[in-house]
């Protein structure tokens, strides 16, 4: 039976010694650049390992996603993607026809009252005589506050330091990505920029999760790369920023 295109796209044959975790912030980081992404749902049950759903906002870009996709090597293993069977709950929140599904209510045990024992006792004593003895004393004096003898003075002058121009960003084969998630690691930077011809190798820098480097074979590829990349989001909050490493 053929399912007719829609938000959602199904993939399979996924690697499952990845986590729930890193796989979704996979899945965004590769997925994203084809349309906003509603939801992905990942699950590590027996029934879902190596499946995955990525729910988009519209249909055009469920369908760039699933042409441009297919077969693309994900850690390893091909993907295999098509439509999803079923309209997600993350679509019909947004057409405004969700109906959420009822929950078996969950019997909860009362929680015991806490038991104050004598120390606590004292202790909750000495907390409130040292707040009464610091309210006798009145307030704490402001902070920021100028001392006596600077009263009436002007402000001290302070050279100010021409501002640095800019050096131009000379092309380089090699990339310099910086303001990379935490989350980021070189599976995710390598399925990100092996879309793109003459790539050669992500080499990550040690104790330090924000920076990157990125070599193509040469400026002109690299280049390709920088512009089609640049400000893409690997997480929805984190914008990739991508200049040439300098020579």
Request: hydrophobic fraction near 40%; aromatic fraction near 8%.
């Amino acid at each position: 039976m053929n399912v007719p295109p829609n938000q959602t796209i199904y993939i399979n044959n996924l690697n499952e010694k990845i986590k729930k975790d890193e796989l979704k912030k996979s899945l965004y980081a590769i997925f994203s650049q084809f349309g906003q992404i509603l939801d992905i749902v990942a699950l590590k049950t027996l029934k879902m390992r190596g499946q995955a759903f990525v729910v988009f906002k519209d249909i055009n870009s469920a369908t760039n996603a699933l042409r441009s996709m297919q077969g693309f090597p994900f850690y390893e293993k091909p993907m295999r993607i098509q439509y999803g069977k079923s309209q997600s709950d993350a679509v019909a929140k947004l057409q405004g026809t969700f109906v959420p599904r009822e929950k078996r209510p969950e019997k909860r045990k009362p929680d015991p009252a806490p038991v104050q024992t004598k120390k606590s006792k004292k202790q909750e004593a000495a907390k409130q005589n040292a707040l009464a003895a610091a309210m006798s004393q009145g307030p704490p004096p402001m902070m920021g506050q100028m001392p006596p003898n600077m009263m009436g003075q002007p402000p001290p002058m302070q050279m100010q330091q021409p501002p640095a121009m800019p050096l131009p960003d000379q092309p380089n084969a090699i990339l310099f990505l910086t303001n990379l998630p935490e989350e980021t690691n070189e599976m995710m930077l390598k399925m990100l920029f092996t879309q793109f011809q003459g790539f050669k190798e992500v080499r990550l820098v040690p104790g330090r999760h924000d920076i990157a480097f990125v070599e193509f074979e040469n400026e002109t590829q690299s280049g390709i790369a920088k512009e089609a990349l640049q400000g893409f989001k690997i997480t929805p909050t984190a914008a990739m920023k991508i200049s040439y490493a300098k020579k």
